[in-house]
């Protein structure tokens, strides 16, 4: 255990994995890959796993008699500014503008929120320098 850690807590600990609920797959799999970029690790038993820089993203039907949602993505954005127009040309819909929700000497933290196919929340977030 690194020294980082605190004996019974989570306090230093890396989040390793979160997981969405789909209704399709196919259209999911498209999305997550084709649209946003992600790469697809590998799929098994009704899941797909894709790679965020270390932490996996599982995309599933294990769930399938519930509603998605529930959880909230947030993508790392510093680039918000470009990527959100580059996203917008892919067919991403915007839920409203981007949201500037902290202001610093030097940079602006902003949000901008969309969702995927099955309608779970995503949002961009990122510095900005000011």
Known sequence: MSESHEPGTLKGR?????????????????????????PLLFEAGGMMFF??????LLIGTENPGHSPGGS???FDAPDI???APALEEKGVEFLGPARVVQRIDTH???????????????ELMGMVPR
Do not use: C
């Open 14 to 38: 890396k989040l390793v994995q979160v997981a969405l609920t789909t209704r399709d797959m196919e259209r999911s799999k498209r999305y997550y890959r084709d649209v946003l970029g992600l």
């Open 51 to 56: 790679d965020l820089q270390g932490t996996r």
């Open 72 to 74: 909230v993505l947030y």
């Open 81 to 83: 500014d470009r990527l």
């Open 108 to 122: 602006e933290l902003k949000i901008r929120a969309f969702r995927d196919p099955d309608g779970n929340p995503l």
